[in-house]
């Protein structure tokens, strides 16, 4: 097969094996160094040696890490001899918004291409992937093409585990390097360090949409959703109550839970009880935020009835003290609507008329006084209320609101 | 009446028109690793030019950019699937890998099909040299059993001389994909290349407790996915009521015509609680600016984001559009043009787009209060700053008018 060919030609170039090795083994001391230890300390020492031989013959610097990426910068692959029988693929720089690349950047993605465009999976090859990737992180094909040569050359992915994970802290919020992570975690079938790396990376910023969308797929392609999710959630909660990402997990979870014990459903009975004083709790000490008033709406969907008496003393006793939040005003739009529609309380057209009159009340306050930038839509939501309830009042041939 | 606001200082029409030609004409090594997908950066900026009715420089770059466009067209006679390639890379690395047998063939995706198609409509192009079958085929491939759409495809040469086949799962899939794929369709007129039962399985499963729409099902509502689902919908409503899906495409699901209520006025109807918490979650999402999340800062950007999904309801007059002009001032270059993120960061093309499409559905700069927008720029006693945009399309309503007729 002319590919073979290509592939042990590419083999035979040892420089371009060890230093990939090297580069992973140093991922993997990082690693190791936050206690997760990979690989055992003779195999690591054994790279440390290949990485320090590496470094004396390429005259590069002892690690040829990301941090130290400007010592190389200068070399471009037209240089090197190990390249001298591939020729690149020069990128046609077109007519419309053509760019000034530099000439780093176009050697590396020109050899890329090369190595693309021949079907070369080689050691090489994955050099060369890890140098595009250095300067463009985005470019899909890098990652596409690294998936191929890996399974090629039958790779441990472990080592492409820890170098992912690296690539992944300088850019935490890339599309491509996520995919590429979660394919190699499918192929390993491990995910013992997934939840724990994406904890990490959420220490830098919690509400990083991609590592939460990474969180859900591993819990669910590996079912391994359980309990300990639910402190997870009340951690980042006790670290930030604002953090709207926590709370939308927290409902992942007590929605995906039940199907991972083989119960009905968390969301109803007793531990939904004790959710909804759960999230009670942290809006008393944040009336003003949005989150665990979305939450709660949620957690009552069809649940209003049952609770109505608990959401109607919160929002009664917040409101007597004085508290104006918009976001308890419109929970309390919602709460006089259920109970004008449903009678908890009220019975009589008459007592439905003063909650009606109550929603109106509390309707103005947020167009005029608490809610101004929405002036327009507070006004709406009252109209609309006021015109499906007077309907309803004159069907019922009670006097006019 | 408000206290604390200064008036903003003004849209630097012109600057924004430079800023866009600039590009067009050269970007620095900064924008590198915009390569793979620089069509989009151009849609960005032919958009942008468009919007603010800078005809002349269109007219004189409209050869150029319409070659260069169909330069990425890919070759569905040879593969099998149509639509168009990101940049020029992933075409001069086919042209060399056909020449090996097992050469790496980047396919096309929807996300630069969808900028392709929106690029030449607004060079009003008649989209005569579009190969419409090979795009059917291109969604066909890319839609997930999920209903979700993958963002492109690789092509695989299952025989050295001739057969090929595209595959997906080299991309990831989500809500960005399924309005690409929805408007897309919306463009070529043909809705066959969906499977548009699955897809609405996905966007409403997609729905969130907070009555917005998450990237995947589970994960939290944003302004960008939000869109996304709300277009996809709308743009589905809207091929509905032509007659382009069945009729009944929608009843094991939320109704779209409540949804989106076709009897005017508009403004005053309620709907389906789908609806009005969707609109309540949008609403909300404005501070000065609009924010993507709750207890996020406020981004340009979701100008148009929020802005298109609240007009495409019939909600947008519950916007504050003097503070929402005025966070937008904040983020403006007034020197060398564009619009940033946020009013400390630099411009860039993405949010000096799409802030702007974003004001072009303010009446402030001459889009109409109601929803159907003035058609023609002439005879208007004040000429408006900005071409309003088609919320849906995230192209000129003038220019889509011109591809698809009145009716969208």
């Known amino acids: ?401 | 009446m408000d206290g604390g606001f200064t008036e903003p200082s003004d849209f630097q029409r012109t600057r924004h028109i430079k800023y866009f030609e600039r590009m067009l004409d050269g970007v620095p090594a900064a924008f590198a690793s915009q390569e793979p997908n620089l069509m989009t950066v151009v849609y960005f900026c032919v958009s942008g030019l468009d919007l603010l009715k800078a005809k002349e420089s269109l007219q004189k770059r409209k050869e150029t950019l319409v070659s260069f466009v169909y330069s990425l067209q890919c070759n569905y006679r040879l593969f099998g699937v149509g639509g168009f390639y990101g940049s020029l890379s992933d075409v001069s690395l086919n042209a060399v890998s056909l020449q090996s047998p097992h050469g790496f063939l980047p396919g096309p995706g929807l996300a630069r099909t969808y900028a392709t198609l929106c690029t030449l409509v607004i060079l009003e192009d008649n989209l005569s040299g579009v190969d419409r079958g090979g795009i059917r085929q291109l969604l066909r491939h890319s839609q997930s059993g999920s209903g979700s759409f993958h963002g492109a495809l690789n092509i695989l040469r299952k025989d050295p001389s001739t057969f090929f086949e595209a595959f997906s799962e080299d991309y990831e899939s989500d809500m960005r994909f399924v309005y690409c794929a929805c408007a897309i369709s919306e463009m070529t007129n043909d809705w066959s290349g969906i499977d548009v039962e699955k897809m609405l399985d996905f966007i409403w499963k997609s729905r969130t407790y907070e009555g917005g729409f998450a990237q995947v099902p589970g994960a939290e509502c944003h302004g960008g996915s939000t869109y996304c689902a709300v277009a996809s919908l709308f743009l589905l409503c809207t091929a509905k009521r032509k007659g382009l899906v069945p009729s009944d495409c929608d009843r094991s699901f939320p109704s779209l015509d409540e949804l989106f209520p076709a009897e005017r006025p508009a403004e005053i109807a309620s709907g389906s609680k789908e609806r009005m918490q969707l609109i309540r979650w949008l609403v909300l999402r404005q501070v000065r600016g609009f924010t993507g999340r709750p207890n996020k800062p406020e981004d340009s950007c979701y100008t148009f984001w929020i802005g298109a999904s609240l007009k495409m309801l019939g909600a947008s007059s519950f916007v504050d559009e003097r503070r929402l002009n005025a966070f937008c001032m904040e983020t403006q270059d007034a020197i060398i043009g564009g619009f940033a993120k946020w009013p400390s960061s630099r411009s860039d093309p993405m949010h000096a787009y799409l802030c702007i499409s974003g004001l072009s559905m303010l009446r402030r700069y001459g889009s109409s209060s109601r929803e159907e927008p003035d058609v023609s720029d002439e005879g208007v006693s004040q000429p408006a700053l900005l071409r309003p945009v088609n919320p849906a399309l995230n192209i000129s309503i003038q220019k889509s008018i011109k591809l698809l007729g009145k009716s969208s």
């Open chain 1, 1 to 401: 097969m002319e590919s073979e060919a290509v592939i042990s030609k590419g083999r035979g170039q040892g420089d371009a094996e060890t230093t990939l090795d090297k580069e992973d083994s140093a991922v993997d001391l990082m690693i190791e160094v936050d206690g997760a230890p990979t690989k055992s300390a003779d195999t690591t020492k054994i790279q440390q040696q290949q990485q320090e031989d590496v470094a004396m013959q390429s005259g590069a610097s002892e690690s040829d890490s990301e941090e130290s990426d400007d010592e190389c910068t200068s070399i471009l692959f037209e240089e090197l001899p190990e390249w001298k029988d591939v020729t690149p693929v020069a990128l046609v720089v077109g007519s419309v918004m053509p760019i000034a690349f530099e000439a780093r950047f176009q050697s590396v993605f020109g050899y890329f291409r090369a190595i693309s465009a021949s079907g070369e999976l080689s050691e090489r090859g994955l050099q060369v992937a890890t140098q595009a990737a250095k300067l463009n992180a985005a470019n899909y094909a890098v990652w596409v093409y690294r998936r191929k040569a890996l399974a090629f050359l039958k790779r441990d992915l472990n080592v492409e585990l820890s170098y992912i994970s690296r690539v992944i802290e300088k850019h935490p919020k890339n599309y491509q390097v996520w995919y590429h992570r979660q394919r190699i975690v499918e192929l390993l079938k491990d995910w013992s360090k997934e939840l724990d790396f994406a904890a990490k990376i959420l220490k830098n910023d919690a509400k990083n949409y991609h590592v939460w969308q990474y969180r859900q797929h591993i819990l669910r392609h590996f079912q391994i959703l359980d309990h300990s999710e639910l402190q997870f959630t009340d951690r980042l909660l006790q670290e930030d109550v604002f953090n709207n990402s926590a709370w939308m997990h927290r409902f992942f979870v007590l929605d995906n839970l039940p199907k991972a014990c083989g119960k009905e459903t968390l969301l109803e009975g007793d531990s939904l009880a004790e959710e909804i004083r759960y999230t009670i709790a942290h809006i008393n000490a944040q009336v003003h935020n949005e989150s665990p008033w979305s939450y709660l709406r949620g957690l009552l969907r069809d649940n209003w009835k049952t609770h109505f008496s608990t959401v109607n003393e919160l929002c009664k006793g917040l409101y007597n003290q004085e508290h104006r939040s918009p976001h308890l005003l419109g929970f309390m739009v919602d709460l006089l609507d259920e109970d004008i529609a449903n009678g908890y309380t009220a019975s009589t057209a008459d007592e439905k008329g003063r909650l009606l009159q109550k929603l109106v009340e509390i309707c103005n306050d947020l167009a005029q006084l608490h809610d101004r930038v929405r002036q327009i839509y507070w006004t709406w939501i009252r109209d609309t209320f006021q015109f499906k309830y007077h309907k309803q009042f004159l069907s019922e041939t009670v006097p006019e609101v």
